[in-house]
């Protein structure tokens, strides 16, 4: 698929260019598409991940939903909730479903302090 | 009380100023609290400083897990900068804080594991703040979403309600001449029958020396291939006029201009399984057709009108499959479904599916993608009126292309319906 090299690559230049996240293309089943997050999502990356899932979201034409694997997800601030909230705006207003996979009792539990867990599907 | 120091290079008023607000704590190489300020045993809601001694400081965080990682972080840069955690009060209430760790700086060389010293800021208002604008954007787009869809459907319906009022008018103006036509065409064709019947008759009445002159003229006038066209022509007029008339009534039915039939108690699997009989004909060729039907409680319906809808789902399945040009089994799946508030029917082909640009549209009068003569487009929109504003009921549809559609009728127990 051209398009999932394309967006490996996308991600290959984000992860060289920050330390503490690691974001990887997963496999999906057709309408879908799917994204690893590893490693801690904080004010010192969230901005520049929103960016680079944005530009990712531009290449997903077509697509009904969204994955993000959160198994490697150790450590989620405010701002990390923050770059999902968006993300999941942007998503809806496109028609495109968000499932957030495998959190972390402590990731799972900003979401929840938060207020922004019944916006989300939350899968364990 | 815990002993603090300026560094050298610090203004004491400042540093003691600052420290009054923030929470400063030092622990041992546990982990454990071996001293707090003032301002920190104000921040975790306790009375003093000896409630808090001894206790882990991962105790005090909302999810342990995340010391684990301050640790982590420690142990590889020697120090934490504003790390945002969140601390659970006395009485419960969590509380966000922006966390900087360094290690004690009255350790020994090579002993800096030992203890750790923190000061944390509370942040709870700013993160308040964030979170509410967040939340108040998430809860505009969606009250903008629930608006849009109505908005859509509203559009729908208006669509459907003035598409109606032309086809009752369209549908009364064809009417008269078309059943005209249709009588006149069958007295044509009857009365071409007994014109040739008496014509054999009178040729059977030519002396013998005629017969040449006669034969010669019927070929110079072609007679014999017109009588041979003649049936044919009859067949296919009589066939196009079928198909108008099948229109007209779809288009009257569509109007409503049909005599409202009242509503009884219905068990949908009856229906499905009187309908199934009418569709048999088509079902036969190529087709596997499985039920997959739950007992059903009977809602209260126009039963003719369902019919039609259940119908026209159907014909709808075996014309998707047979589109498909292929010798590969098609099949059709009829499934109810019992619902608390309702009950459910669903049509599932494995024919060609709906592109996703179309799916939107097939609802839409006239929407057809069958070629001209074969499609009204209107199937499907009478079908969506009769169950959505006749019935209170809701009519979907799910697609993946190249390999099926499915629609699913909803009708409600409470068979509460528009007045016909
Ligand atoms: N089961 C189905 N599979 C694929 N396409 C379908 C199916 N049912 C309906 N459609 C699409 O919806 C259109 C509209 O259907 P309908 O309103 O019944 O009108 P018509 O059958 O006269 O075209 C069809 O032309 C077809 O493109
Ligand atoms: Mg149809």
Redesign the pocket.
Known sequence: MADMHASQQLFQQFNNEHNGLALQVQECPPEARGLSVSGHLDTTNAASFSRVVHAWLDECGGVRELWFDLAGLRYISSSGIGAFVQLLMEAQSRGVALRLLDLGPNVQAVFDVLGFSRFFVLEK | MMDVRPGADFPPDLFHALLSQQMVYRCDADDRIVDVNPAGVRLLGYASAQDLIGTPMADLYASPEDRGYLHSLMREHGAVRDLEVVLRQRDGTLVFVLETAVASPRAEVGDVDSSYWGVMKDISDRVEAQRNQLHTNLELAETNRLLKATQSRLVQQEKLASVGQLAAGLAHEINNPLSFIISNLDTLRSYVTALNRGLSAVEGLIPEDALRDHRQIREEHHLDEIAADLEDLFRESRHGLDHITSVVHSLRTFSRSGIGQSQTMVDLNEALESTLVIARNELKQGITLHRDLSPLPPVSCRADEINQVIL?LL???V??IRSRHTDAPGTITVRTLAQPDGVVLEVE?N????ASQ?LRR?FEPF????PVGE???????ISYDIVVNRHRGDLSVS?EPGR??R?TVRLPLSGETEET
């Open positions: 026209n014909l709808n399945a014309h998707a082909d024919g060609p599916g709906i179309n097939v929407f057809t993608t069958k499609g009204t487009g209107l199937g499907l929109s697609s099926g559609a629609f």
